[in-house]
C-alpha cells in the first residue's frame, strides 16, 4: 500500500477525531495528511504503546536498537526481508563508527579479529587488468594509523552482512527476539522483537503517538498488523518509506551513475590476488571492459565487481550470469574455472539529504540511508548512518526518562543534517577523485555519461531502441580504445605522458582517497544540545577530498579527544583506558573534566548538585598530571564528600614530549570540560569559573537539555 492507501487510512481516522487539528505544514507537498499535536512530556503509562519503534533492520537501525536497549529504553524494530541479504555493499568502517562499537561491547575488537589482515586491504590498485600491468597504487595506512595516538580503535574493512550477523547477535546477547511471521499471535509489542517479513506501509500520528501499519504475509495471505509507539524512527534505507509517507523530500543531485554490482565467488582468484598484489579495490581499465573490483576478502575470494550501467540501451537482462563471468573474465585477463556469481543487482548513485530528519512534533525521525543517501566514495553512506544512531539514542533515551522535552530531540536534526550535507559534498569530491584516473587515460566518464544522455533524450532519441544501443557500444568501444597496450605504453607519445599525469595524481593524492581523519574524528556540531564558546564560533572548513590529518580540539560539539589515562582508584592496575572509555554507553551519563584545583572541585560540586536537580547523572574526572599524584584520592575524597560519583585519573603520556592533556585540548587547567553521552563536547570553560557555580550549571544544563528554569 501507498500514499493513497494512507491517506485513505487518514481519511477514515480523522473523521472519527474531527477535534484534532491537522497541520497542514507537515503536508507541504500534498502526499500524506499527519495528525499533529504538541507533547512536551514523554508518559510511559499506556503499555500498549510502545516508547520507539525502529523501522528498518540494516546496520543503522540495528545499530540503534542496540544502543537503546542498553540505555534502557524499550524498542522494537520491524524489517520487511524476510532474512537479512548477503549482498557484501558497505565493508569499510571509519575510525568514529569503530569508536561507536568500541562501547558496544566489545564489537570493534570483534570486527578487528574477524576481517582479513590489513596488510590485505590497504592498497588500491589500478591495472590494465587484474593480471596483467599495474598502472600504480596507493597505499591508503599511515603509520600513525596504527598507533592508536588520535583513538583507542582503527578502520576496518569488513562486509556489510558481517557486520549485520554480528549487531544481530549483540541484540540477542540483549535478549531481543527475532521473529517470523508465522511464529507471532496479535498480543501487543513490548519492546525487545526484531519482526521480520514485516513492511511499514502506513504511518499515522495522533495524539501522543504514532500509529503504524505493518503488513505481513500469513498463511499465504498479506495481513496487517497495527503498532503504536510514541517515536518512529525510519531507518529504511535510500528509498525510505517512512520519509515518502512523512512528506519530507530529498534535497540535492539525483543520478549521479547508474551501475550494476555483481557478486561472485573465485578462490583462485582470491589466492592470486593475494600472493600478488592484494588490495581493497582494483580499478580495472582495458580494450575490453571496465570496472571496480571490491575485494571483500581475498582469503574466501569474496568480490564485489561495480560496472557502469546504461539503462534504458542496456538492460539487466543484459548482465545474465554468464555475460557477468565472460566480462569478470575479462578484466582478469586469464581463464578461471571456478566462478560463482551469486547476485546481480542494479544500484544507481545519488548524492541527496533529507530536508528534515525531525518531523511532527519530534515524533517521526529518519536516520542512516533514509536520511541522505551519498556516492560510496570515502565510505561514509553507513558510517554516517551509525553516527546518526550514536547522536539520536542518548536523546531518545533523555526524552522517554523524562529528563529532557522532545525539544532535544530536534538537536538531532540541527546537529546531524550539516554532518550530512557536508559528508555528502566530500563523497561528491571523492567520486570526482575516481574520475579523474579514468580522465586521465583518455576515458572521461562525463563524456560517456553525455554521450548517453544525448542517446536518451536528445538527438539519438529518434533512432530505433536496437540502434541506439550499437551507437552506444560503438562509442565505448572507439572510447576504451586508448586503453590498448599500443597506446598506453611508455614508448607512444601520448601513452607516456597520460602514465606520467598518473603517477602524479597518485603520488600527490589526488585520486580516491580512503582514509578521512580530520572529518572522521574531527566533525563538529556547531549548535543543537551544545553551548557554544562565545568568542569562538569556527565554521567548519569546507572539504578538501585529501587526507589531513586530525587536530584534537575540545571546542564544543567536537569529539571528546582521546588520551590514555590511569585510573588511580584501581591501584593495582597499571591498565590504561582511553578518556572516550569513562563514559558509559549505558547510561545517559555526563562527565566533567577537571583539574585538582579548588575552583573546579567547587565547580564539580555545583555541577553534581545541579545535575541531580535535573534528574541526569554527572561523573567528574580529576584528572591528574602523570606525575603528581600521590594523595590524590584522599584530596577528592574529602573535597567532594558526600558526592560519590567521581573518578581519579592520570595522564598516561606515550613519552615526556607528548602533550598534556589540557594542552592538547588547547585550553589550560583552570579549565573544565563537560561531555555528553555521546563523547561530544556540551560545554567547556577555558577558565575558572569566577561568578556562581550553581547559576552556572543550572544555566548550561538547561541549554543543553533544553529544560526552561
Ligand atoms: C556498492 C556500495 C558500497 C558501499 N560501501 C560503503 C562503505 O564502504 N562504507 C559505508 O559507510 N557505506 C558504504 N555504502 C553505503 C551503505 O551500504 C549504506 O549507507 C547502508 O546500507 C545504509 O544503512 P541503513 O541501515 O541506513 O539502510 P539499509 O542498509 O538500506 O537498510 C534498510 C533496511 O530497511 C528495510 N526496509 C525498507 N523499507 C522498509 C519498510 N517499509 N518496512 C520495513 N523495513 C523496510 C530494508 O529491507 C533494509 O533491511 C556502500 C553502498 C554501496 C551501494
Same mark, same amino acid.
Given at each position: 500500500?501507498?500514499?493513497?492507501?494512507?491517506?485513505?487510512?487518514?481519511?477514515?481516522?480523522?473523521?472519527?477525531?474531527?477535534?484534532?487539528?491537522?497541520?497542514?505544514?507537515?503536508?507541504?507537498?500534498?502526499?500524506?495528511?499527519?495528525?499533529?499535536?504538541?507533547?512536551?512530556?514523554?508518559?510511559?503509562?499506556?503499555?500498549?504503546?510502545?516508547?520507539?519503534?525502529?523501522?528498518?533492520?540494516?546496520?543503522?537501525?540495528?545499530?540503534?536498537?542496540?544502543?537503546?536497549?542498553?540505555?534502557?529504553?524499550?524498542?522494537?524494530?520491524?524489517?520487511?526481508?524476510?532474512?537479512?541479504?548477503?549482498?557484501?555493499?558497505?565493508?569499510?568502517?571509519?575510525?568514529?563508527?569503530?569508536?561507536?562499537?568500541?562501547?558496544?561491547?566489545?564489537?570493534?575488537?570483534?570486527?578487528?579479529?574477524?576481517?582479513?589482515?590489513?596488510?590485505?586491504?590497504?592498497?588500491?590498485?589500478?591495472?590494465?587488468?587484474?593480471?596483467?600491468?599495474?598502472?600504480?597504487?596507493?597505499?591508503?595506512?599511515?603509520?600513525?594509523?596504527?598507533?592508536?595516538?588520535?583513538?583507542?580503535?582503527?578502520?576496518?574493512?569488513?562486509?556489510?552482512?558481517?557486520?549485520?550477523?554480528?549487531?544481530?547477535?549483540?541484540?540477542?546477547?540483549?535478549?531481543?527476539?527475532?521473529?517470523?511471521?508465522?511464529?507471532?499471535?496479535?498480543?501487543?509489542?513490548?519492546?525487545?522483537?526484531?519482526?521480520?517479513?514485516? *513492511?511499514?506501509?502506513?504511518?499515522?500520528?495522533?495524539?501522543?503517538?504514532?500509529?503504524?501499519?505493518?503488513?505481513?504475509?500469513? *498463511?499465504?495471505?498479506?495481513?496487517?498488523?497495527?503498532?503504536?509507539?510514541?517515536?518512529?524512527?525510519?531507518?529504511?534505507?535510500?528509498?525510505?518509506?517512512?520519509?515518502?509517507?512523512?512528506?519530507?523530500?530529498?534535497?540535492?543531485?539525483?543520478?549521479?551513475?547508474?551501475?550494476?554490482?555483481?557478486?561472485?565467488?573465485?578462490?583462485?582468484?582470491?589466492?592470486?590476488?593475494?600472493?600478488?598484489?592484494?588490495?581493497?579495490?582494483?580499478?580495472?581499465?582495458?580494450?575490453?571492459?571496465?570496472?571496480?573490483?571490491?575485494?571483500?576478502?581475498?582469503?574466501?575470494? *569474496?568480490?564485489?565487481?561495480?560496472?557502469?550501467?546504461?539503462?534504458?540501451?542496456?538492460?539487466?537482462?543484459?548482465?545474465?550470469?554468464?555475460?557477468?563471468?565472460?566480462?569478470?573474465?575479462?578484466?582478469?585477463?586469464?581463464?578461471?574455472?571456478?566462478?560463482?556469481?551469486?547476485?546481480?543487482?542494479?544500484?544507481?548513485?545519488?548524492?541527496?539529504?533529507?530536508?528534515?530528519?525531525?518531523?511532527?512534533?519530534?515524533?517521526?525521525?529518519?536516520?542512516?540511508?533514509?536520511?541522505?543517501?551519498?556516492?560510496?566514495?570515502?565510505?561514509?553512506?553507513?558510517?554516517?548512518?551509525?553516527?546518526?544512531?550514536?547522536?539520536?539514542?542518548?536523546?531518545?533515551?533523555?526524552?522517554?526518562?523524562?529528563?529532557?522535552?522532545?525539544?532535544?530531540?530536534?538537536?538531532?536534526?540541527?546537529?546531524?543534517?550539516?554532518?550530512?550535507?557536508?559528508?555528502?559534498?566530500?563523497?561528491?569530491?571523492?567520486?570526482?577523485?575516481?574520475?579523474?584516473?579514468?580522465?586521465?587515460?583518455?576515458?572521461?566518464?562525463?563524456?560517456?555519461?553525455?554521450?548517453?544522455?544525448?542517446?536518451?533524450?536528445?538527438?539519438?532519441?529518434?533512432?530505433?531502441?536496437?540502434?541506439?544501443?550499437?551507437?552506444?557500444?560503438?562509442?565505448?568501444?572507439?572510447?576504451?580504445?586508448?586503453?590498448?597496450?599500443?597506446?598506453?605504453?611508455?614508448?607512444?607519445?601520448?601513452?607516456?605522458?597520460?602514465?606520467?599525469?598518473?603517477?602524479?595524481?597518485?603520488?600527490?593524492?589526488?585520486?580516491?582517497?580512503?582514509?578521512?581523519?580530520?572529518?572522521?574524528?574531527?566533525?563538529?556540531?556547531?549548535?543543537?544540545?551544545? /553551548?557554544?564558546?562565545?568568542?569562538?564560533?569556527?565554521?567548519?572548513?569546507?572539504?578538501?577530498?585529501?587526507?589531513?590529518?586530525?587536530?584534537?580540539?575540545?571546542?564544543?560539539?567536537?569529539?571528546?579527544?582521546?588520551?590514555?589515562?590511569?585510573?588511580?582508584?584501581?591501584?593495582?592496575?597499571?591498565?590504561?583506558?582511553?578518556?572516550?572509555?569513562?563514559?558509559?554507553?549505558?547510561?545517559?551519563?555526563?562527565?566533567?573534566?577537571?583539574?585538582?584545583?579548588?575552583?573546579?572541585?567547587?565547580?564539580?560540586?555545583?555541577?553534581?548538585?545541579?545535575?541531580?536537580?535535573?534528574?541526569?547523572?554527572?561523573?567528574?574526572?580529576?584528572?591528574?598530571?602523570?606525575?603528581?599524584?600521590?594523595?590524590?584520592?584522599?584530596?577528592?575524597?574529602?573535597?567532594?564528600?558526600?558526592?560519590?560519583?567521581?573518578?581519579?585519573?592520570?595522564?598516561?603520556?606515550?613519552?615526556?614530549?607528548?602533550?598534556?592533556?589540557?594542552?592538547?585540548?588547547?585550553?589550560?587547567?583552570?579549565?573544565?570540560?563537560?561531555?555528553?553521552?555521546?563523547?561530544?563536547?556540551?560545554?567547556?570553560?577555558?577558565?575558572?569559573?569566577?561568578?556562581?557555580? /550553581?547559576?552556572?550549571?543550572?544555566?548550561?544544563?538547561?541549554?543543553?537539555?533544553?529544560?526552561?528554569?
Amino acid at each position: 500500500m501507498g500514499f493513497l492507501g494512507f491517506i485513505k487510512g487518514f481519511s477514515s481516522v480523522y473523521r472519527a477525531k474531527p477535534r484534532i487539528r491537522a497541520y497542514p505544514s507537515f503536508c507541504q507537498h500534498g502526499h500524506c495528511y499527519i495528525q499533529c499535536r504538541t507533547f512536551s512530556h514523554f508518559k510511559d503509562h499506556d503499555d500498549s504503546v510502545l516508547p520507539v519503534l525502529i523501522v528498518g533492520a540494516g546496520p543503522v537501525g540495528l545499530v540503534l536498537s542496540i544502543l537503546l536497549t542498553k540505555l534502557g529504553i524499550k524498542c522494537s524494530v520491524l524489517e520487511k526481508g524476510k532474512s537479512f541479504s548477503h549482498h557484501p555493499q558497505a565493508h569499510f568502517i571509519n575510525n568514529r563508527s569503530m569508536e561507536v562499537f568500541h562501547k558496544l561491547d566489545g564489537l570493534a575488537e570483534e570486527i578487528q579479529r574477524s576481517q582479513p589482515p590489513v596488510d590485505l586491504w590497504r592498497k588500491f590498485v589500478y591495472c590494465t587488468s587484474l593480471t596483467g600491468p599495474v598502472l600504480g597504487s596507493v597505499d591508503h595506512m599511515q603509520p600513525q594509523d596504527f598507533e592508536k595516538v588520535v583513538s583507542p580503535v582503527c578502520v576496518a574493512h569488513f562486509s556489510q552482512y558481517k557486520l549485520i550477523r554480528l549487531l544481530l547477535k549483540k541484540l540477542e546477547d540483549l535478549n531481543f527476539l527475532i521473529c517470523k511471521p508465522e511464529g507471532l499471535n496479535d498480543e501487543p509489542f513490548r519492546g525487545g522483537e526484531l519482526l521480520m517479513g514485516h *513492511e511499514c506501509v502506513k504511518i499515522n500520528a495522533t495524539g501522543q503517538s504514532v500509529n503504524v501499519t505493518a503488513s505481513h504475509l500469513k *498463511e499465504g495471505k498479506y495481513t496487517e498488523r497495527n503498532i503504536s509507539c510514541n517515536i518512529l524512527v525510519g531507518t529504511d534505507g535510500a528509498a525510505s518509506t517512512i520519509r515518502k509517507l512523512a512528506g519530507i523530500e530529498l534535497r540535492g543531485e539525483k543520478d549521479l551513475q547508474k551501475l550494476v554490482s555483481v557478486h561472485f565467488l573465485s578462490r583462485d582468484l582470491g589466492q592470486y590476488l593475494l600472493n600478488e598484489r592484494p588490495g581493497m579495490l582494483f580499478f580495472i581499465f582495458n580494450t575490453e571492459a571496465i570496472g571496480v573490483l571490491v575485494a571483500h576478502d581475498l582469503k574466501q575470494g *569474496e568480490f564485489v565487481l561495480q560496472m557502469p550501467f546504461y539503462p534504458p540501451q542496456q538492460s539487466l537482462d543484459d548482465f545474465s550470469p554468464e555475460t557477468c563471468k565472460q566480462l569478470i573474465l575479462k578484466l582478469v585477463g586469464q581463464e578461471l574455472s571456478d566462478i560463482d556469481v551469486i547476485d546481480i543487482k542494479p544500484w544507481v548513485m545519488h548524492a541527496e539529504v533529507a530536508e528534515k530528519f525531525v518531523s511532527c512534533d519530534n515524533r517521526i525521525i529518519l536516520a542512516g540511508d533514509a536520511a541522505h543517501r551519498f556516492p560510496p566514495a570515502g565510505g561514509f553512506g553507513m558510517n554516517t548512518g551509525i553516527q546518526d544512531a550514536h547522536n539520536l539514542a542518548w536523546k531518545i533515551a533523555a526524552f522517554v526518562k523524562g529528563i529532557a522535552p522532545s525539544s532535544i530531540l530536534h538537536t538531532y536534526e540541527t546537529e546531524r543534517r550539516p554532518i550530512a550535507i557536508f559528508n555528502t559534498a566530500l563523497s561528491v569530491q571523492n567520486f570526482r577523485a575516481a574520475m579523474a584516473v579514468p580522465a586521465t587515460l583518455g576515458l572521461d566518464p562525463t563524456i560517456a555519461n553525455s554521450v548517453h544522455q544525448t542517446i536518451t533524450d536528445g538527438i539519438g532519441s529518434i533512432l530505433p531502441s536496437g540502434l541506439q544501443r550499437a551507437v552506444l557500444d560503438g562509442i565505448f568501444t572507439i572510447g576504451r580504445a586508448q586503453l590498448s597496450e599500443f597506446l598506453l605504453n611508455e614508448k607512444n607519445l601520448l601513452g607516456s605522458s597520460r602514465l606520467a599525469k598518473l603517477r602524479r595524481l597518485f603520488e600527490e593524492g589526488k585520486s580516491l582517497q580512503l582514509q578521512f581523519p580530520a572529518e572522521d574524528l574531527g566533525f563538529r556540531y556547531l549548535e543543537g544540545a551544545l /553551548i557554544p564558546d562565545s568568542d569562538s564560533v569556527r565554521a567548519q572548513v569546507p572539504p578538501t577530498g585529501r587526507r589531513r590529518d586530525y587536530i584534537p580540539s575540545s571546542d564544543p560539539g567536537s569529539r571528546l579527544p582521546h588520551m590514555n589515562v590511569r585510573m588511580l582508584s584501581n591501584s593495582f592496575s597499571e591498565a590504561c583506558i582511553s578518556t572516550l572509555d569513562l563514559l558509559p554507553g549505558d547510561k545517559v551519563e555526563f562527565l566533567l573534566f577537571i583539574a585538582p584545583l579548588e575552583k573546579s572541585y567547587h565547580l564539580a560540586v555545583a555541577a553534581l548538585k545541579v545535575a541531580e536537580e535535573f534528574k541526569v547523572s554527572v561523573k567528574v574526572c580529576i584528572l591528574w598530571p602523570t606525575d603528581t599524584v600521590k594523595g590524590a584520592e584522599t584530596r577528592s575524597k574529602t573535597t567532594l564528600a558526600p558526592w560519590e560519583n567521581y573518578i581519579d585519573v592520570a595522564e598516561a603520556k606515550k613519552s615526556s614530549n607528548s602533550f598534556s592533556w589540557w594542552s592538547m585540548c588547547q585550553m589550560t587547567d583552570k579549565g573544565a570540560i563537560l561531555v555528553r553521552p555521546d563523547e561530544h563536547i556540551a560545554w567547556r570553560a577555558k577558565s575558572s569559573i569566577d561568578d556562581d557555580p /550553581i547559576l552556572e550549571m543550572k544555566r548550561v544544563f538547561s541549554a543543553i537539555l533544553k529544560v526552561n528554569i
